[in-house]
């Protein structure tokens, strides 16, 4: 029996964060009142004409040059036309011809830690559409052009990606990268990140590859993932019966798991895109490239590299500690301030970050210098460990400007190292279990955990153990 591989290929739609639209100076504006961020532009009114919008092109520079996609140094701009209530100008803005970039590759990694490059096959600058909302109404359909011309980068990867999980990793790591950028929230839930899925299956080892399925707009890693599971074994059970089947455009339902379709894919031709005459090309030049090149900040892969080869954490700490980039700045600037870097590691994974629930990095209530005395309580040994995470910490969370020595001065829980305070610790309580004593001494070794015991219960549990230990031992063999 043939045995079938599934082949996937991306197109990702990324809202850009600018200040404003991609081609004229309505604010974007997530979540507002419908139809308040709607100039005359956006409402496509005669005479009205679009400008580029220069945050949108240089956001669109870093994805490209993080992917190792080569720039067009000149891009232009091109009409694909279709009607929809959304698009009041019966055209979007997008880039046909000469997209900002082509080539580069995005490296994933997987489950069972191998890496795999998936290659880019270009990336274009557009516009988004408005909504049309069916839900509000009974009778009507609404519009909300708020989102109407907000900029979107749409990457198109090559078929490389050969499963859901592959997927699923994919959106992954663009999402992270992102956001290290700094260029949109990435956020799936909000629309910001939304994904078309081309979906065919072929022979394993054929170089020939099937008819594919678009399963549109996918708002979750984890249904882009369902809709390769489901769409795959669809395509495969229609082959094992000897059946063919045309390019499809689907829209993937999470409720039942299952793709049905929407329309017929329209071919190229039917957008007639043609050149936009309203937009001169984009010219980029080279010191421009050299200098976003210069800004870029330390990449998500690379951030996690240098925790691992130059910090030495381990790759469960070094991935967690790399996933947002306020997090890991939080963790290198602590690193300067001469953190201990395994304990702080273990603190922020253990501690900081499930305190903070979900929330940035920057809404974390205790000062670095806090942080950083806690810490050092623990390296000195001054607190125990298990001691500092569950009675010093809890303290520390509600007594968040109160120096950590403080506080455990208070809990009564410092460690006692003192030699002097210990040995007349170990003086009573030899005086005051001279039997006891005796039995060690002639040879009953048993004892001595009892005597360690009577010890530690005089200091109320603060005395370092080995000290005690020492000193007891020494004491003993006087
Ligand atoms: P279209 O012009 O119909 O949008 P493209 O050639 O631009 O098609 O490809 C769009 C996306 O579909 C790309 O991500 C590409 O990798 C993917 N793709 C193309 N052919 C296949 C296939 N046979 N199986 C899976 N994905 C495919
Ligand atoms: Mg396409």
Redesign the pocket.
């Known amino acids: 029996m043939v045995q079938y591989q599934t082949?996937?290929?991306?197109?990702v739609h990324i809202q850009m964060n600018t200040y404003s639209k991609a081609f004229c100076g309505d604010a974007l504006s997530f979540g507002a009142e419908p139809n308040t961020h709607v100039s005359t532009i956006s409402l496509a009114h005669p005479g009205t004409l679009p400008k580029p919008n220069k945050e949108h092109i240089n956001k669109g520079l870093k994805l490209a040059l993080s992917l190792n996609s080569e720039v067009n140094k000149v891009n232009a701009f091109d009409r694909k036309h279709y009607y929809y209530a959304d698009s009041p100008k019966a055209y979007q803005i997008t880039q046909d011809r000469l997209p900002i970039c082509v080539g580069g590759a995005l490296e994933i990694e997987l489950a069972d830690g191998s890496k795999k490059n998936v290659r880019i096959?270009h990336m274009h600058m557009e516009e988004d559409a408005g909504k049309t909302i069916h839900d509000i109404d009974t009778q009507y359909s609404m519009v909300d052009l708020n989102r109407a011309g907000t900029p979107l980068l749409e990457l198109?990867?090559?078929?490389d990606l050969n499963s859901g999980d592959e997927v699923l990793a994919f959106i992954a790591q663009l999402q992270q990268l992102v956001r290290y950028l700094g260029i949109s929230d990435g956020d799936m839930e909000k629309g910001s990140l939304r994904c078309d899925v081309?979906?065919?299956v072929n022979p394993v080892g054929s170089k020939i590859?099937?008819?594919?399925c678009?399963v549109k707009n996918v708002n979750s890693k984890k249904n882009a993932k369902a809709a390769v599971l489901y769409e795959s074994q669809r395509q495969i059970a229609l082959l094992e019966k000897g059946l063919t089947f045309n390019k499809q455009t689907l829209h993937f339902d999470p409720e039942s798991g299952r793709t049905s379709p929407m329309r017929d894919?329209e071919d190229?031709d039917d957008y007639r895109y043609f050149p936009d005459p309203d937009l001169p090309p984009i010219r980029i030049s080279q010191s421009e490239i050299d200098e976003i090149q210069e800004l870029l900040p330390a990449l998500p892969w690379e951030v996690k590299k240098k925790m691992k080869e130059q910090v030495k954490l381990n790759e469960y700490d070094s991935t967690i500690l790399s996933s947002d980039k306020k997090i890991a700045d939080y963790f290198f600037n602590l690193l300067e301030q001469k953190a201990n870097p395994k304990l702080l590691a273990n603190l922020m994974i253990n501690k900081i970050l499930p305190h903070l629930n979900g929330k940035e990095m920057s809404s974390i209530e205790i000062e670095e210098d806090v942080i950083i005395s806690f810490l050092s309580l623990i390296e000195n040994e001054k607190v125990s460990p298990s001691t500092a995470y569950q009675k010093l910490w809890p303290a520390l969370i509600d007594n968040p400007s109160k120096p950590p020595k403080d506080l455990a001065q208070s809990l009564g829980i410092l460690q006692i190292k003192d030699d002097g305070i210990i040995s007349k610790i170990i003086e009573e309580v030899i005086s005051e279990n001279s039997v006891q004593a005796e039995e060690y001494r002639k040879g009953k070794k048993k004892v001595f955990g009892f005597l360690i015991g009577q010890a530690m219960r005089k200091s109320k549990g603060s005395a370092a153990p080995d000290v005690v230990k020492k000193a007891l031992m020494d004491a003993l063999h006087n």
Do not use: D, Y
């Open positions: 082949v996937v290929g991306l197109e096959h198109v990867t090559e078929p081309n979906i065919s590859l099937g008819e594919r678009e894919k190229a």
